[in-house]
């Protein structure tokens, strides 16, 4: 089968006329580097990577509780998850910092994870869903291991400031409100000490942002954040495509 530049075009935009055959083929196009081809991940590898997952029993029930619950897309994925704990286990991280908890599962998956020295700031401005959380912290018996901090995240982040905690965290993750990263980034380098790692989730934001026609606030808002990281000489980044898209940055 062959596509003519317009064709190409054309489906570059990942548009509803694109079918899912001539998007495969765009991957082999764009992404083939010698004999390496990047896969699609379809519902069937997804379902696959999921299985492959060692979500404890405690996260399973937190996940299946949440999900019938208003505003259950903002739980990040098991893969997620996991990712993050191990780099919180890589980094032999003791203080971390997260931003936008929900109900606790990304937080629950770093707290799990962490030594019984170890700490947590868990920064949540929506008191019902924080509860939930609490709940699942004490049940997991990692309650005396996350600091509870109800209200906005800028005031969480600048109070840990003005209490002289700068460079004390090892690691920290950002999924709060997508028009504030940059606010929280700026804050959470500071916090954060050289080599420790800030974790940005909703990077790609259901892969929207790749698309230039698509102008809305969010999708500006995500786009520019993410050129900011690109630009920004005080860290290294990778931005790697699990779950809504995730961008690990390691402060130089």
């Not at 003791?94 to 998956?109: D, K, M, N, P, Q």
């Not at 003005?162 to 997508?178: C, L, M, P, T, V």
């Not at 980044?237 to 130089?252: H, N, Q, Y």
Request: some cysteine.
């Amino acid at each position: 089968m062959m596509i003519g530049g317009g064709g190409l075009a054309r489906i570059c935009n990942f548009g509803e006329e694109a079918s899912a055959a001539e998007i495969r083929l765009l991957w082999r196009v764009k992404y083939a580097y010698g004999n390496k081809e990047v896969i699609s991940l379809t519902p069937r590898v997804y379902d696959y990577v999921l299985s492959n997952v060692r979500e404890p029993q405690i996260l399973r029930e937190l996940r299946e509780e949440t999900a019938s619950m208003r505003g259950s897309q903002m739980q990040v994925s098991p893969d997620q998850a996991q990712l993050l704990a191990m780099l919180v286990q890589m980094l032999g991280a003791e203080r971390c910092i997260e931003v936008g908890v929900f109900t606790g599962y990304s937080s629950l998956a770093v707290a799990l994870v962490l030594p019984e020295t170890g700490c947590l700031v868990a920064c949540e401005r929506d008191g019902k869903s924080l509860e939930v959380a609490k709940k699942y912290y004490a049940r997991a018996g990692v309650s005396h291991k996350v600091n509870v901090r109800h209200g906005l995240a800028i005031d969480c982040l600048e109070s840990l400031l003005i209490n002289g905690e700068a460079g004390s965290y090892d690691f920290a993750f950002i999924d709060a409100e997508k028009k504030m990263n940059r606010e929280y980034f700026k804050l959470l380098l500071q916090l954060v000490r050289v080599r420790g790692v800030i974790v940005v989730d909703n990077v790609l934001w259901h892969g929207r942002v790749a698309d230039p026609l698509v102008t809305d606030a969010k999708n500006v808002s995500i786009r520019s954040f993410n050129n900011d990281l690109f630009e920004d000489k005080r860290v290294n980044i990778s931005m790697v495509p699990i779950g809504d898209g995730m961008t690990i940055c390691r402060k130089l």
